[in-house]
């Protein structure tokens, strides 16, 4: 069974800075998706960024790139110039590209980290 | 583009009694839609699949006739919390998939049982 951790419950970075969230997943298959997605304080999930496993190339929108290291099986997540809006909590997930074999598309969560922004 | 809605965002009632939550995808077709629960500050925890037409999937340990959930059409989900008790008190949150890459989440329903 697949699993996802996020191994940091807490971060905080000062308004303009960068910080990278981490997250690893353990998988024995071969393609899938992983996602970052953010909530905050009004608990409605936001999708932040989205990688496919068969592409090489990190994934970038905006402020958010990821470095996925597939053989490593590492997903984290880069925030550049850090705003009072990205205070939320941050939530890794994994999600299965094969359909049918039990495979309902349902997502992975990991624990989830909470970024506080100081400014 | 790819709005999902939950009514009501909150709702209070008392032990004993059935709530239902309504999930909707206002501008796309859903075939399958899935619902969570969360607690403070945990992560989601996935009570169950929907598909549109067929029975729900239910995760190991979610009581199926506690939690009925109805798919009856491509854009409505509807997760009915039977005989609630105040443990049942939680955020529930369903989120329907656009396409097989990626979910919508809905804004979450806040469930206080008395």
């Known amino acids: 069974a697949q699993t996802v951790t996020q191994s940091q419950p807490e971060m905080s970075v000062q308004e303009a800075e960068t910080v990278t969230l981490s997250c690893t997943y353990d998988?024995?298959?071969?393609?899938?998706?992983l996602f970052w997605y953010k909530q905050p304080p009004s608990r409605q999930m936001i999708l932040v960024i989205r990688q496919e496993a068969y592409k090489q190339q990190n994934a970038t929108e905006n402020r958010f790139s990821v470095n996925f290291q597939k053989a490593a099986k590492s997903f984290s997540l880069k925030i550049s110039d850090s705003q009072l809006g990205d205070a939320a909590m941050y939530f890794c997930a994994y999600r299965s590209s094969k359909l049918g074999s039990g495979n309902t598309g349902k997502l992975i969560f990991g624990q989830g980290t909470t970024l506080q922004v100081k400014p | 583009g790819a709005v999902v809605s939950q009514h009501p965002s909150r709702v209070i009632c008392k032990s004993g009694t059935s709530v239902k939550i309504e999930c909707r995808s206002l501008?796309?077709?859903?075939?399958?839609m899935f619902w969570y629960r969360q607690f403070p500050k945990q992560s989601l925890m996935l009570m169950a699949t929907s598909n549109e037409g067929s029975k729900a999937t239910y995760e190991q340990g979610v009581e199926k006739d506690k939690f009925l959930i109805n798919h009856a059409s491509l854009t409505l989900s509807t997760l009915t919390v039977t005989s609630a008790h105040p443990e049942d008190s939680s955020f529930y949150i369903c989120s329907a998939s656009l396409s097989w890459e990626t979910q919508y989440f809905g804004p979450g329903t806040r469930l206080l049982v008395l």
């Open positions: 998988t024995s298959e071969s393609d899938y998706y």
């Open positions: 501008d796309f077709q859903a075939t399958t």
